[in-house]
């Protein structure tokens, strides 16, 4: 009996340091992400996320899908398998992202031809340009612009319906 216990302790002992290896090779090093950040710099900054960020959830996302599963229990008969690995967790959602989706889609449309998500603008101007306005400034953004759809009293308007409402474009930006 004591041998049998003795074999069932190895077996799992043995099958916790294989599966412990290849999640050890696929977490991704300080470096890693550090070549990352300066591989994609520009698409991380157009996100507003910090460096320090990022590095930190590049090393904690690839440390939540690879964790190794814990050591199984001696098992007290011969028969007993050793328990599932739980699955991994879901990495945390970016905080920067949802702050700058909540920006895009929480225009507070108080007038006729204003809508709160692009998507409704776009389908309903299909053949013109979709722009942002500032409802405090009476100013209008085109896309691509740093204050397209990131302030905080806006909605999304067809460009043609603009001047009848009493805005105006931005000075210092050109029409796409």
């Known amino acids: ?51 320090k960020d990022f590095i930190a959830e590049c090393r904690g996302q690839a440390a939540a899908t690879t964790s190794p599963a814990p050591a199984p229990t001696a098992a007290p008969a011969p028969t007993a398998a050793p328990a599932p690995a739980p699955a991994p967790a879901a990495p945390p959602p970016k905080a920067t992202a949802a702050k700058a989706t909540a920006a895009k889609t929480t225009g507070t449309p108080s007038g006729a031809n204003q809508y709160a998500s692009e998507g409704d603008a776009k389908s309903h101007c299909s053949a013109d340009t979709v722009v942002w306005v500032n409802l405090g400034t009476k100013v209008y953004h085109f896309a691509g612009s740093k204050s397209y ?3 905080k009293k806006g909605a999304y308007m067809c460009e043609k319906d603009t001047g009848s409402e009493g805005f105006r474009a931005a000075k210092n930006e050109k029409h796409p």
């Open 1 to 51: 009996m004591k041998r049998q216990a003795l074999v069932t302790i190895c077996s799992a002992a043995l099958v916790s340091l294989v599966m412990a290896f290849p999640a050890a090779a696929q977490q991704k090093t300080a470096k890693q992400c550090e070549d990352e950040w300066k591989t994609n710099k520009a698409e991380i900054q157009a996100k507003k996320q910090k460096k």
């Open 149 to 151: 759809g990131t302030t």
